[in-house]
């Protein structure tokens, strides 16, 4: 074999090359675009979160600025979406005051949430002498004296979307649920055992993705 015929055959499998891997750019940028469009079309909503109840076992602040608190609190989540699924591959409840963190997070188990379907989660959140701001311990005793407590509960977890076959990556879930409770006053929720109170919120919760 000539040395023009061994450059006539490599220079045949490189264009082979070159073509097969054009070939593959080509299919893959269809996929995309056909997944985008798809995306586009079905313009996937947001779920739906609704605190709906909290009772609370404890609340209380001793020196110097230790808080103890013990909650159940009922949260729904509805799909608004007609033909999107969602999993909930992580969601960790838990409760601040003023910005701070004052119960430890509590684990969801992970479920899979199909289209119009609407999940409700109980857990516990809770924390055992938590160390709190000197300002946000003044501010609690004051907020107490008055009788309301503003809480925000919160969900931080990961999403993915799932479009017929395809699913999406993981996408930041952020959830607050204002949460305001009426110490002192009795009348303003449900005694459950000798010491718990149950108050019925039903609070439309703010999400972001």
Known sequence: MSSKDCGSHGHRRRKLFRRIFAGILIFLLVVLIIILLVWAILRPSKPKFILQDATVYAFNVSSPNLLTSNFQVTLSSRNPNDKIGIYYDKLDVYATYRNQQI???????????????????????????????????????QDQAIGTVLLLIKIDGRVRFKVGSFITGKYHLNVQCPAYIQFGSRTSGIIVGENAIKYQLVTRCSVSL
């Open 103 to 141: 119960t430890l997070r509590t684990s969801i188990p992970t479920s899979y949430q199909g289209n119009n379907e609407i999940d409700v989660w109980s857990p516990f959140v809770y924390g055992t002498a938590v160390p709190v701001s000197p300002y946000n311990s003044i501010a609690l005793g």
